[in-house]
C-alpha cells in the first residue's frame, strides 16, 4: 500500500492520511502459519545463513 504525502499539503489531508497509517496497522495482520513447511530445505538453515553472510566479506 501506497500513500502519498504531497508538498504543501494541509493539516486536515495529513491527519486524514495519518488516520489510513492507523487504521492499516490495526487492521490486517499477516498469518505467518500458512507458510509453515513450504520451504524445503536442502541444507541446514544455519549453515544457509553463515554461508550467505561469508559472501560479504
Do not use: C, H, P
Not at 492520511?17 to 499477516?30: A, P, S
Not at 520451504?39 to 545463513?49: H, K
Amino acid at each position: 500500500m501506497v500513500m502519498v504525502l504531497k508538498k504543501g499539503a494541509d493539516s486536515e489531508s495529513i491527519r486524514k492520511l495519518g488516520e489510513k497509517i492507523r487504521e492499516r496497522k490495526k487492521g490486517k495482520r499477516m498469518n505467518t502459519k500458512e507458510f509453515v513447511g513450504i520451504l524445503n530445505l536442502e541444507a541446514d538453515a544455519l549453515d544457509i545463513q553463515k554461508r550467505l553472510r561469508d559472501e560479504w566479506q
